[in-house]
């Protein structure tokens, strides 16, 4: 068997860890090899010491079965491996072409010169089916087409080897089966790729084979083909994963949230929400399906106040709380997991314990007539960190910043579940999170929904609106396309109304 | 840990400022050693020494925690000079036209000083809540609006016995000089002043660490859409921290106009304004910190002169050396890093 890349032996430390121990990976001509692994687990040290962003402490590395010493990502590049990062590295206002020729720039004298480049990447995008327009502007293509032209770029360096990050994190379903379409497009090509993902269901469905590691060690390297997906996780994870999500039947109650035909502007002034009207009862996890992009934040802020709103209302617990500002509504009992946890959920340079009362400083016991009352606050700290096992190194003197994502989310997730909200509005509650995170604050939103208060679950991950949701919502555009029943339902129906498809015989 | 760092931070800066001062007092030709022996004498060396650099302290300590209040909480306020004019206008106005028991009459001077500072930062903060007018050009455009202001109000109203360009005398019983306290100190122009400093330092610590209010006030500072988030009316909390900040510098205002002084000049930016950044800086925003090094900076102020006095070196080497340390305290990143590193490798060794 012809091996194009093999890392042999890999360990590396950092300063109180060892991320990559004796990590052997064998990526042979032709396939599509998985990484699979949690977050930390040391598939990026990995990637970064393939790509020469890293020296490893020992081991070899042989491309084409010649041992080689990349010391930095230009040597990689030449030896033909390339690398589309999860979050891109384009540049905005220039056009396709003008990012792709982007440190190699064909000149003619001094001047630049594009021409040639824009053909070569016309042919290549029609050699693979990439459908890249390269006079487009990066700020007018969406986000699927972005990752095309970092393929693109890739491509147009000869890259052999190609490494994907996380490549699904921001595609749609469909746009994640035209990317799978394009691996293969790559494989029949001659190309050979190496995919990073903690997403089960992907390599299942893409990879040959995957190797799997475990705190910085390799576990195994099987055949995708002869291994169930529940296999992988629990190699994954190191112990038996509960994928499905336990949840018992349960009559919904009475309506907590009312929202009748909201019309909301987005912040580029476009109409973000059009009519929009949907009930959320008690008792029940309310999950709202769409595109990243079309109207879900905006409706989250202006349920929450954080965005006006133009026209029709909202009523909460019988209430009318359309002009409310903030605080009243978190102190009428709706609670907010925000969806960018770093900017909205966290004052990052405040201690933990700080971050657990951001809402509730000015109730008693945590103060009184204006002053803090540190022990009170202390002892909610602890409490929470007990509860909702959030890791950090000094508990609750712990700085934000300090701690990892997944320990941030379960702090954010602790502290708005704590509130005992009669709603809690819940937006990609698990992104970017390991599946230990994920199974955790699934149990907890579904707990929440078991004692009778209302869930609504904003994700763009279909799988997870698919097993939490009683009851699934698809917003497009703006619009509801409808509300289906998961057990009368299926992916690809919702996909479809997703698009803005109507189903055929909602249910309201 | 942090306190440490900053503490760390900020006395490396002055040592490095005095060693750089060193080498300029060797390069004019003058011993290091006689000329800082003879700059600390002359902030320290006796009871009336000791009073002026008091004196010069408490301004700073005034502007140092303005700038350093509104640091906290993400505001930059280089509009303490003019804050402190049109407090000490308000306070020059009222001492030269208002008879009353000077019981009555000093707190009245020094509540209405310290609004009318505090108003003067509040229209930037308006501003910047309303309609995210940067306040660093809104203050400084307030600055030269109350310089001119002052320019043409004095001498209208004001106008001094002999010059155009001050204002009468302020009245002893409008002054914040106390005889009792000019006697301790042996003449000096201290004022009691000093005391409404060290109170501004001990309740802008309280407010800033113990209350609702500055935890509200930091939580905008650091991340203005949490805060949002959290149901924090974020424009009412930036134009009150511009107030509070504008309230600390009318106060120097009028210590200064009032006590440091005896009347008011114009045609002057008054640049303990300017040096209250520097005070701030060096003393890593923390109130306590404000107080150390505004008393630091008045001794280099009151000391310099008698350097020049009695060496060769020229007054202009104790405004290099306070330059300098500026400089270091402003690019602490390098010390903090420093920091870092010496602790990492003692936690190493252990």
Known sequence: ??????????????????????????????????????????????????????????????????????????????????????????????????????????????????????????????????????????????????????????????????????????????????????????????????????????????????????????????????????????????????????????????????????????????????????????????????????????????????????????????????????????????????????????????????????EIYGLPPYSRKGFLNRKAIRDHAEKLIQDFDVRSGQGALSVGRTLSGGNQQKAIVGREIDHDPDLLLAVQPTRGLDVGSIEYIHKRLVEQRNNGKAVLLVSLELDEILDLSDRIAVISHGELTGVKLPKETNESEIGLMMAGIAGAGGME | MNRYKSLFTALAAVVLGLLAGAVFMALSGSNPVAGFYYLFRGGLMNLERIGNTLASATTLIFTGLAVAFSFKTGLFNIGASGQMLMGGLTATAIGLSVQMPRIVLLPLIVLAAASAGALWAAIPGFLKARFNVHEVVATIMMNWIAYWTVYYTIPAYFKGTFLETESRRIPALASFRAEWLTNIFRGSYINMGIFLAAAAVVVIAIILDKTTLGFELKAVGFNRHAAEYAGIHVPKNIVLSMSISGFLAGLAGATYYLGYAVNMQIGVVPSAGIDGIAVALLGANSPWGVAASSVFFGILHSGKGFMNAMTKVPPEIGDTIIAIIIYFAATGVLFTRLWERLTRKRSKEA
Request: charged fraction near 30%.
């Open chain 1, 1 to 358: 068997m012809e091996y194009i890349v093999e890392m042999l032996g890999i360990t590396k430390d950092f300063p109180g860890i060892r991320a990559n121990d004796d990590i052997t990976v064998r990526l042979r001509k032709g396939e599509i090899h998985a990484l699979l692994g949690e977050n930390g687990a040391g598939k990026s040290t990995l990637m970064s010491i393939l790509f020469g962003l890293y020296r490893p402490d020992s081991g070899i590395i042989k491309v084409r079965g010649k041992e080689v010493s990349i010391h930095n990502p230009n040597v990689a590049n030449a030896l033909g491996i390339g690398m589309v990062h999860q979050h891109f590295k384009l540049v905005h206002n220039f056009t396709v072409t003008e990012n792709i020729i982007l440190g190699m720039e064909p000149t003619a004298g001094p001047m630049l010169q594009t021409r040639d480049a824009a053909k070569r990447i016309k042919a290549l995008s029609e050699q693979y089916g990439l459908n890249v327009d390269p006079d487009a502007k990066i700020e007018d293509i969406s986000v699927g087409m972005q990752q095309r032209v970092e393929i693109i770029k890739m491509l147009y360096r000869d890259a052999e080897v190609l490494i994907f990050d996380e490549p699904t994190a921001v595609l749609t379903p469909q746009e994640i089966d035209d990317l799978m379409q394009i691996m293969r497009n790559l494989l029949k090509e001659g190309k050979s790729i190496l995919l990073i993902t903690h997403k089960l269901k992907e390599i299942k469905a893409i990879a040959d084979r995957c190797t799997v590691i475990r705190r910085g060690k390799v576990v195994d390297t099987v055949d995708v083909a002869d291994v169930a997906e529940s296999r992988m996780a629990e190699m994954m994870v190191g112990r038996t994963v509960n994928f499905k999500v336990d949840k018992r039947e349960q009559e919904r109650g009475e309506a907590v949230l009312s929202i009748r035909n909201l019309n909301v502007l987005s912040s580029r002034k476009t109409q973000a929400l059009k009519n929009f009207s949907l009930d959320v009862h008690r008792g029940e996890i309310l999950g709202l399906a769409g595109v990243d992009g079309n109207g879900q934040t905006e409706l989250v802020e202006a349920l929450t106040g954080l965005r006006k709103v133009e026209s029709g209302s909202i009523l909460f617990k019988g209430r009318d709380i359309t002009h409310d500002d903030i605080h009243s509504r978190v102190m009428a009992g709706m609670a907010h997991i925000p969806e960018d946890r770093q900017k909205r959920g966290l004052v990052l340079d405040y201690s933990m314990e700080d971050n657990f009362i951001l």
